[in-house]
């Protein structure tokens, strides 16, 4: 049995302090459907307190006015810790959501450690100030951290998205206050205990643990200078309108309905491999998982089957069982969610191809088999609706235009494959799908460039120098005619 994990404080400003408020948060095992913890529920009270402390160390504190190689010095320790307490944060993460363990290792655990150790390399040969001859003279441009920042994360990546919004706030001089969702909050204690012998300086960094009207509060809290977002489009539809109020900037990192796209050419033993575990990615709750798989109808046959039979290989179990391959989801309501997706798959019209329901002899718990849709439409809303659950569609197409209409066909932009035996006519294809992540053969992440989506899929980026960017305010200085750099 899971031993329960009580937290009563809150990190506000680097210091364990007692809430405000008397609400809890109960975290739930999506396996076993017990409460496995909980934690304060931060108040708008607490966020007050935590834009008061942020605030102060932005405008007066030190943090800000340390040299990059110092504020280095403290994310490379936050990295460094990460790597020692990588399983137990693992196993957090996968008894809150359910994410399956060998996954965890990698994506909730050793995933951040990348996302630091990236950020830290671009931080180092980031051009601060540049010297430029403008029209009129001499300019000197100035990149300088855009002030407090808000970070609301999700419950499906909770250590890598924080990560990715962290990394360069900290970096950059800025101060965070970081938003965990009520479902999986436990890790981020993990991290206030990590950043906290880091040596990060009083208030630099705030969590807290809260639901969606006390994050709206602090999404429209006027002491806030940046919403770092990353989850559904609707609620990402929903920040950019409250920081509107306030003008605060924003990036939003939200959904997708990504298309692998096989091409007739392409070795199948190798295109089925790379697929599969892109598609049904932790359980599916992926935003850049590879939800639409679109075959050559001249291949179409073969494609489904071996498809199929891989879907249906997927080890499906405990999270915190290292042969799991797909876990449990989140919640009850995210179960219910794919249910009724793979049944208005099959009111449409959709052929269920593998799964198609709850698997056997897991009664307790919210799983859902690994389920393939064949002979989908690309109009049908299993093709075009996020379902955020282990729900893959096959779409057959006729030519590759068609193929690469379909790949288009989406409100979606996040990510995307494209598998063939032709590796530059792969890169050419990747260069027409309007998308802000592609891969040609294979399926990955890479934090030294840029991520993030076109279309409803998000604004900004993150990761790589452009990332860095989102958390930096542009300054033109004017100089004197005549004058030179370093003269």
């Known amino acids: ?63 800000p006015r340390m040299t990059l190689d110092e504020r280095i010095a403290v994310v490379t320790r936050i990295k460094d810790a990460i790597a020692v307490r990588h399983e137990e944060i693992a196993r957090s993460i996968s008894s809150q959501n359910g994410s399956p363990y060998s996954w965890s290792i990698l994506a909730q655990a050793l995933g951040p450690m990348m996302v630091y150790d990236a950020a830290i390399t671009v931080a180092r040969s980031f051009p601060y100030e540049e010297h430029r001859q403008g029209v009129l003279g001499p300019i000197l441009v100035r990149r300088e951290p855009v002030g407090v920042v808000a ?31 009520p479902e999986s909050p436990l890790d981020s204690y993990i991290l206030a205990d990590i950043v906290r012998e880091a040596g990060l300086p009083e208030g630099v960094l705030s969590i807290l643990p809260a639901d969606r009207e006390v994050s709206e509060y602090l999404v429209g809290h006027p002491g806030v200078d940046k919403v ?3 989850g559904s489009v609707a609620a990402g539809k929903r920040v950019m309108e409250v920081a509107a109020r306030n003008l605060t900037r924003v990036t939003l990192e939200l959904g997708g309905k990504s298309a692998a796209v096989i091409l007739p050419d392409a070795d199948l033993d190798t295109t089925i491999a790379g697929i599969v575990p892109a598609a049904w990615m932790n359980n599916g709750q992926a935003c850049v998982a590879q939800t639409r798989v679109l075959a050559p109808r001249s291949r179409y046959e073969e494609v489904a089957e071996a498809l199929a039979a891989a879907a249906g290989a997927l080890v499906v179990g405990d999270p915190l069982d290292p042969a799991t391959q797909l876990g449990p989801l989140v919640a009850k309501r995210q179960q219910q969610r794919s249910l009724d997706y793979i049944r208005i798959g099959q009111e449409e019209g959709a052929k269920v191809l593998a ?8 009664e307790q718990g919210w799983y859902v088999e690994p389920t ?15 379902i955020f659950g282990p729900v893959v569609c096959l779409i057959p197409y006729g030519d590759e235009a068609e193929a690469l209409r379909v790949a288009n066909d989406s409100e979606f932009g996040l990510s995307g494959s494209v598998w063939t035996g032709d590796v530059g006519h792969g890169i050419d294809f990747a260069r027409q799908v309007r998308t802000g992540t592609f891969n040609v053969n294979t399926f990955s992440l890479d934090m030294l460039g840029p991520f993030g989506g076109y279309k409803n899929s998000g604004l900004g980026r993150e990761f790589g120098p452009e990332g860095l960017s989102e958390y930096l305010e542009h300054k033109m200085i004017h100089l004197p005619a005549g004058y030179e750099a370093g003269a």
């Not at 799964?355 to 897991?362: H, I, N, Q």
């Open 1 to 63: 049995m899971t031993e329960l994990v009580e937290h009563g404080q809150l990190f506000i400003g680097g210091e364990w302090t007692d809430p405000l408020g008397t609400d809890t948060i109960r975290i739930v095992s999506p396996h076993t459907e017990q409460v496995i913890g909980s934690v304060p529920h931060a108040s708008k009270a607490d966020v007050d307190r935590a834009v008061e402390v942020a605030r102060k160390a932005f405008d007066t504190g030190p943090w």
């Open 151 to 181: 970070a609301v994360i999700p419950w499906n990546v909770p250590q890598f998205v924080a990560a990715a919004k962290l990394a360069p706030a900290l970096l950059t001089g800025s101060t965070v206050i970081l938003k965990p969702s």
């Open 228 to 230: 770092a977002f990353t």
């Open 355 to 362: 799964g198609g329901g709850r698997p056997a002899g897991l």
């Open 372 to 386: 393939l849709f064949g002979d989908v439409d690309n109009s049908m809303r299993i093709a075009r609706e996020e």
